[in-house]
T-cell receptor, first 111, second 115 residues
């Protein structure tokens, strides 16, 4: 079955720098991969979706890449701000349309 | 902007009791979901619901769980006889369709504490 791996250790980044988070999956390449943000005690909030035929997707300060050869997606936040501090979750739909989630990476932006 | 709402925000119950968690999905969405997240762990899919019936369910969603759409707006998750290990955040979500290109919109969650 499909598994998603995200860095379990928190990522500490200085304000203004670019944060890069990694999502690796183990089996077949999904047609779409999604990234969500989750704040403590809150539900996930959708950020970006990237299709397998897209190398890169951007939205304001966010950028997602998708490498089906490496079975990896990278999520970048440029010009990071303390308000970007949260847990970022990678998710993809398996063959049954269920969303499978990574455990998330906690991002801490230090002023 | 439309949003998914959930009530209550926090539910405390004794082991063996029944609980009903309530959700109001976004009005023009067709698919509804329940997820749970045990503290410090990953989000886990429980069940999806479409056209008044269960579309998919996970191994977690056993006979103790049931879902219902009792009217045109509410979507409920019932746990018949709660166990300590049911303590978790329960999130409701909805999406316009179920295809992989559709994002899901999550509610704020209900924190269930079973004592």
């Amino acid at each position: 079955s499909q598994k998603i791996e995200q860095n379990s250790e928190a990522l500490n980044i200085q304000e203004g720098k670019t944060a890069t988070l990694t999502c690796n999956y183990t089996n077949y390449s999904p047609a779409y991969l999604q990234w969500y943000r989750q704040d403590p005690g809150r539900g996930p909030v959708f950020l970006l979706l990237i299709r397998e035929n897209e190398k890169e997707k951007r939205k304001e300060r966010l950028k997602v890449t998708f490498d089906t050869t490496l079975k990896q997606s990278l999520f970048h936040i440029t010009a990071s701000q303390p308000a970007d501090s949260a847990t970022y979750l990678c998710a993809l739909k398996d063959s049954n349309y269920q969303l499978i989630w990574g455990a998330g990476t906690k991002l801490i932006i230090k002023p | 902007e439309p949003e998914v709402t959930q009530t209550p925000s926090h539910q405390v119950t004794q082991m063996g009791q029944e609980v009903i968690l309530r959700c109001v999905p976004i009005s023009n969405h067709l698919y509804f979901y329940w997820y749970r997240q045990i503290l410090g762990q990953k989000v886990e899919f429980l069940v999806s619901f479409y056209n008044n019936e269960i579309s998919e369910k996970s191994e977690i969603f056993d006979d103790q769980f049931s879902v219902e759409r009792p009217d045109g707006s509410n979507f409920t998750l019932k746990i018949r006889s709660t166990k300590l290990e049911d303590s978790a955040m329960y999130f409701c979500a909805s999406s316009p369709d179920r295809g992989p290109s559709y994002e899901q919109y999550f509610g704020p969650g209900t924190r269930l504490t079973v004592t």
